[in-house]
């Protein structure tokens, strides 16, 4: 299996517009969860999807975030409208089954300037 | 709610020296806990994890961790380190049969000098 792919690796972004990062899970796996990364405040839970059903989003930061999971291979994370503070790099993970370990994309580093 | 503290930002190590990174947990329910290394511009990978059992546990790379329940602690060790083991460590804490999500350290910057 490929693992976990995430894209785009980089973006680069003006203030104001809409951002969307992508995840494919690993085939198999039913939980798919993002996270931020910076380095003010480390890995962050954003949200989760338990077979594609958003379980807990009390992660994400503001109405401007937004993730969907339209079916068990694919899911957005979508920033609208995108602030420099958003800035940071977005990973993607996916497990097969609970209190397993989660296996993590490459990430996707956002700058939005 | 759970927190994961690793109270060392970065360390300094000489090849072929041992290795011990910290991490405290707090969390009322059973833990499960992991440990992740993450290269430069790479996502996280797992070392090693803890769920029940045992509390010294092997993982890949040469790696060992050890689970006290009294000391709320899941410290990371490795007998001899190679130049190759400079990155970013992670110790992370789930709920065994709970909400799903991991919560993270901030992690420790491992740095190995010649």
């Known amino acids: 299996d490929a693992g976990v792919i995430q894209s785009p690796r980089h973006e680069v972004t003006e203030m104001g517009q809409e951002v969307t990062l992508r995840c494919k899970p690993i085939s198999g796996h039913n939980s798919l969860f993002w996270y931020r990364q910076t380095m003010m405040r480390g890995l962050e839970l954003l949200i989760y999807?338990?077979?594609?059903?958003?379980?807990?989003d009390s992660g994400m930061p503001e109405d401007r975030f937004s993730a969907k999971m339209p079916n068990a291979s694919f899911s957005t994370l979508k920033i609208q409208p995108s602030e420099p503070r958003d800035s940071a790099v977005y990973f993607c993970?996916?497990?097969?089954?609970?209190?397993?370990?989660?296996?993590f994309g490459q990430g996707t580093r956002l700058t939005v300037v | 709610a759970q927190s994961v503290t690793q109270p060392d930002i970065h360390i300094t190590v000489s090849e072929g020296a041992s290795l011990e990174l910290r991490c405290n947990y707090s969390y009322g329910a059973t833990p499960y806990l992991f440990w992740y290394v993450q290269s430069p511009g790479q996502g996280l990978q797992l070392l090693l994890k803890?769920?029940?059992?045992?509390?010294l546990v092997q993982g890949i790379k040469g790696f060992e961790a050890e689970f006290k329940r009294s000391q709320s602690s899941f410290n990371l060790r490795k007998p001899s380190v190679h130049w190759s083991d400079a990155a970013e460590y992670f110790c992370?804490?789930?709920?065994?049969?709970?909400?799903?999500?991991?919560?993270f350290g901030k992690g420790t910057h491992l740095i190995i000098q010649p």
């Open positions: 803890y769920f029940s059992g045992d509390t």
């Open positions: 992370a804490v789930g709920d065994l049969g709970g909400a799903d999500g991991l919560t």
């Open positions: 999807f338990n077979n594609n059903v958003p379980i807990d």
């Open positions: 993970a996916s497990k097969d089954r609970p209190n397993t370990e989660a296996f």
